[in-house]
């Protein structure tokens, strides 16, 4: 009987099962998601009238989205922090650490009072948690594109690299069923589907407490991982450094700014398709508006109203997560593809497609006379812009990390998709409200605001390199290979 060496073994298994490598990447990012489109979704239709009551319903609106911005801000710090300790001491106890973050963060704003009970602390709550929420987000995601493409077999890194990316649909399914099925159970005084007095007053806070039991499931799966064989051999070969955020920066500079850019129509895109078409669906037609107020008897001033397409919320949500459908379905697509034909081909097809999209916002969300006809057009809209989320999305797990040796790949990966948060996400909802506002309710500037970034982006993807074919245990640091 013979009996093989330690390295021997380690090299003919993977470092993690692929099952718990696919569910430690998919559970967090999934549960991150959740948690992001938790807010997102009451970022819309709770915060402004129970955080941001100013009298004015634009203003309200702006208000609650800057706050959702303001986590941008917070995620580059967090991907410094968590970069560090990921590049220095390993990608497992750093993901269990801003998992952990996240849910916590989360859980707390179910927890919050009104600006009825304490006035503006109320606001200044809600700011403290969700910069807590963009400082964990900063190292969740990058984190768990690690632990996938790390571990993935040899020609299917980006496949595996799109199961992190397949949390954002699967979270944004669940949590906005959550909020559905909440919505469905209490009482409407009209009998419609619209928000009602017991979801403002409780209803809203359920899918923030219900995040626990999420993050607890996460916590138990990421707990089992082992670190990878890259980071491994980055470790034995002695290029683990102490001050990462230097390394990367001396020596992988272009990277960085290239991934930022890489990214940047992907977060335009994500939050006009999510936050802004939320805002734009749901807020009354100026005729709706009008007849509203005739009815409660106010005065209306038709010449400063924004109209927006009338629909329901939950008519509204329901064709979203038709369309996310469509987002998850081309996610997976977007991996299998992008390892057959390389990631720049994908890249540079799927954002001018992007740019074209963004110049037919007229087309598709101006309100007709035939109100089906409205509809068929935005759910076709709904449609083909997440179709495109996913084929765009579902490639930057491993596009991103490809960019960077092991010994700053995390940090580096981290900081090129939360700078871009900011340039792209942070921004996004802001600019869209303002530009729908200047263009009196036609969203033809939201899409051109859509297209100019994508023209930067096609910029960045043109001027990077083809990383199909990195070996992520030869490219261990910057002029080192694998002992």
Same mark, same amino acid.
């Given at each position: 009987?013979?009996?093989?060496?330690?390295?021997?073994?380690?090299?003919?298994?993977?470092?993690?099962?692929?099952?718990?490598?696919?569910?430690?990447?998919?559970?967090?990012?999934?549960?991150?998601?959740?948690?992001?489109?938790?807010?997102?979704?009451?970022?819309?239709?709770?915060?402004?009238?129970?955080?941001?009551?100013?009298?004015?319903?634009?203003?309200?609106?702006?208000?609650?989205?800057?706050?959702?911005?303001?986590?941008?801000?917070?995620?580059?710090?967090?991907?410094?922090?968590?970069?560090?300790?990921?590049?220095?001491?390993?990608?497992?106890?750093?993901?269990?650490?801003?998992?952990?973050?996240?849910?916590?963060?989360?859980?707390?704003?179910?927890?919050?009072?009104?600006?009825?009970?304490?006035?503006?602390?109320?606001?200044?709550?809600?700011?403290?948690?969700?910069?807590?929420?963009?400082?964990?987000?900063?190292?969740?995601?990058?984190?768990?594109?690690?632990?996938?493409?790390?571990?993935?077999?040899?020609?299917?890194?980006?496949?595996?690299?799109?199961?992190?990316?397949?949390?954002?649909?699967?979270?944004?399914?669940?949590?906005?069923?959550?909020?559905?099925?909440?919505?469905?159970?209490?009482?409407?005084?009209?009998?419609?589907?619209?928000?009602?007095?017991?979801?403002?007053?409780?209803?809203?806070?359920?899918?923030?407490?219900?995040?626990?039991?999420?993050?607890?499931?996460?916590?138990?799966?990421?707990?089992?991982?082992?670190?990878?064989?890259?980071?491994?051999?980055?470790?034995?070969?002695?290029?683990?450094?102490?001050?990462?955020?230097?390394?990367?920066?001396?020596?992988?500079?272009?990277? !960085?700014?290239? $991934? %930022?850019?890489?990214?940047?129509?992907?977060? *335009? @895109?994500?939050? +006009?398709?999510?936050?802004? &078409?939320?805002?734009?669906?749901?807020?009354?037609?100026?005729?709706?508006?009008?007849?509203?107020?005739?009815?409660?008897?106010?005065?209306?001033?038709?010449?400063?109203?924004?109209?927006?397409?009338?629909?329901?919320?939950?008519?509204?949500?329901?064709?979203?997560?038709?369309?996310?459908?469509?987002?998850?379905?081309?996610?997976?697509?977007?991996?299998?593809?992008?390892?057959?034909?390389?990631?720049?081909?994908?890249?540079?097809?799927?954002?001018?497609?992007?740019?074209?999209?963004?110049?037919?916002?007229?087309?598709?969300?101006?309100?007709?006379?035939?109100?089906?006809?409205?509809?068929?057009?935005?759910?076709?809209?709904?449609?083909?812009?997440? !179709?495109?989320? $996913? %084929?765009?999305?579902?490639?930057?797990?491993? *596009? @991103?990390?490809? +960019?960077?040796?092991?010994? &700053?790949?995390?940090?580096?990966?981290?900081?090129?998709?939360?700078?871009?948060?900011?340039?792209?996400?942070?921004?996004?909802?802001?600019?869209?409200?303002?530009?729908?506002?200047?263009?009196?309710?036609?969203?033809?500037?939201?899409?051109?605001?859509?297209?100019?970034?994508?023209?930067?982006?096609?910029?960045?993807?043109?001027?990077?390199?083809?990383?199909?074919?990195?070996?992520?245990?030869?490219?261990?640091?910057?002029?080192?290979?694998?002992?």
């Amino acid at each position: 009987m013979t009996t093989s060496s330690p390295s021997t073994r380690s090299t003919a298994a993977p470092a993690n099962p692929r099952s718990r490598v696919i569910t430690a990447s998919l559970v967090g990012t999934t549960i991150e998601f959740y948690d992001f489109y938790a807010y997102a979704t009451a970022a819309v239709l709770v915060f402004p009238v129970l955080f941001f009551p100013t009298g004015n319903e634009t203003t309200s609106l702006l208000l609650s989205f800057s706050v959702f911005g303001a986590a941008m801000v917070a995620r580059p710090l967090g991907a410094i922090v968590f970069g560090h300790f990921g590049d220095r001491f390993g990608r497992k106890a750093t993901l269990v650490a801003s998992l952990l973050t996240m849910g916590v963060a989360t859980f707390l704003i179910g927890c919050l009072p009104t600006f009825n009970e304490i006035g503006v602390w109320a606001a200044v709550l809600l700011l403290v948690m969700r910069l807590a929420q963009g400082f964990a987000l900063g190292g969740e995601w990058s984190g768990a594109a690690l632990v996938a493409t790390e571990n993935a077999p040899k020609g299917k890194r980006a496949l595996f690299g799109t199961f992190p990316q397949l949390g954002a649909p699967i979270g944004f399914i669940i949590a906005n069923t959550v909020f559905l099925v909440i919505n469905f159970a209490l009482p409407h005084p009209d009998g419609t589907a619209q928000r009602s007095e017991e979801f403002l007053t409780w209803g809203w806070r359920v899918p923030f407490l219900f995040s626990a039991i999420m993050v607890i499931v996460g916590l138990y799966v990421r707990l089992k991982l082992v670190e990878s064989t890259s980071f491994s051999k980055a470790e034995k070969s002695g290029a683990i450094r102490k001050f990462p955020l230097g390394e990367v920066v001396r020596r992988n500079g272009k990277q !960085l700014v290239l $991934g %930022t850019f890489i990214m940047l129509a992907t977060y *335009v @895109l994500f939050y +006009l398709m999510t936050s802004f &078409t939320l805002s734009y669906g749901t807020k009354p037609t100026l005729e709706g508006a009008a007849a509203a107020a005739e009815t409660a008897g106010t005065a209306f001033d038709a010449a400063a109203y924004v109209p927006g397409l009338g629909f329901g919320y939950t008519d509204f949500v329901i064709m979203q997560i038709i369309g996310v459908v469509f987002f998850g379905v081309f996610t997976m697509l977007s991996g299998p593809v992008a390892d057959a034909i390389g990631r720049k081909r994908l890249l540079i097809g799927v954002t001018i497609a992007i740019i074209v999209f963004g110049l037919t916002f007229s087309v598709f969300l101006l309100p007709h006379a035939d109100p089906k006809f409205t509809g068929a057009l935005v759910q076709a809209f709904l449609v083909f812009g997440f !179709l495109l989320m $996913g %084929t765009t999305f579902g490639p930057m797990g491993a *596009v @991103l990390p490809e +960019l960077f040796p092991t010994n &700053t790949r995390y940090t580096g990966s981290a900081i090129s998709y939360n700078v871009s948060s900011i340039l792209g996400a942070a921004l996004a909802p802001i600019v869209a409200v303002a530009l729908w506002a200047a263009g009196d309710g036609n969203p033809w500037l939201v899409g051109l605001y859509l297209s100019g970034m994508g023209v930067l982006t096609l910029i960045a993807v043109v001027l990077s390199p083809e990383t199909k074919d990195v070996d992520y245990d030869d490219n261990i640091a910057a002029g080192a290979t694998a002992p």
